[in-house]
């Protein structure tokens, strides 16, 4: 999971500059109802959250790149939540949107003008993944071709190298909570998602007439385990890099009209984002 400046400002560029416009393009109806499953009754208010955690994280990160003090606080998340959308509740709706944008601009200079080495800073690089890439895929509604491409070329990409750097003991535990036997397991499952995923995607490109039917999820699961389960980990390990950079080839390739047909982007969602989050490899 690196962090790395550049990397960074594309998200604070391309996926937070990009939000508000990728969200209206959606029907109204979709807007409405991916706001309220985000938990938020309208999105300026799931926008000030995202504009609080900026300011929070932004006055941290740059005291510690200037050497200064700051407060160490523990959150009570709920209240903070709370008190962000209550500050902005009597602003108008203009003035508002206009105000987020600036923070953005703003934050995003400011990442700019610090030096390199210090998006290594260990603190620096929790609060900015917390804030600037975390909460992009948490806070989902319209999915981008930028954070698909991102993940796999970032965080998928360094997945089993992740896994292995983990102490025997980590890795146990994650298993355990993941609910596999074995890590070789937990990546056929991945890889059959990923098949699974571009052969429904190409063939929607390929054809107005294609149909496919909801897999049993369970079931489904089993065979991928079942179906890999005679690979050596070098073969499947080698396999999933070949599968996770033709995924990568066909997001990047697709067109632009292709992130707005909804079972393409439920598709690349859940397999490319949500996935990784149900799957995380532990710091």
Known sequence: MPITKGRVLDYVEQEWGTYVERFNCLPRDLQASRVREQGYER?????????AWWEEGMGV????AEGRPFERRKYDFDLFNAEAIAKYRAWDEAEFMAHFEKTRQKMGADLRSMEEALFENRRIGAWLHAVVLHHAREHLVALSRFLVV??????WATYVADF???????????LSKQGFANFHDLLAHVIGWWEEGA???S??????????K??????????LIQKYSTWSNDDLFSHYESVRLAMLRLSAGLP?????????????????????????IPA
């Open 164 to 174: 292995q750097r983990l102490d025997e003991e980590k890795k146990r535990e994650f």
């Open 150 to 155: 991102d993940m796999l070329e970032n965080d």
């Open 256 to 280: 632009d009209d292709a992130f707005r047909n909804r079972d393409i982007e439920g598709w690349l969602r859940d397999d490319v984002v949500s996935h990784y989050d149900e799957h995380p």
């Open 203 to 212: 063939g929607i490109l390929d054809s107005p007439s294609f149909t496919w």
């Open 214 to 223: 909801p897999l049993d999820v369970d079931a489904f699961n089993r065979e």
């Open 61 to 64: 990160i740059l005291a510690v």
């Open 43 to 51: 999105l300026r208010d799931m926008l000030a959250h995202i504009l």
């Open 199 to 201: 052969r429904v995607i």
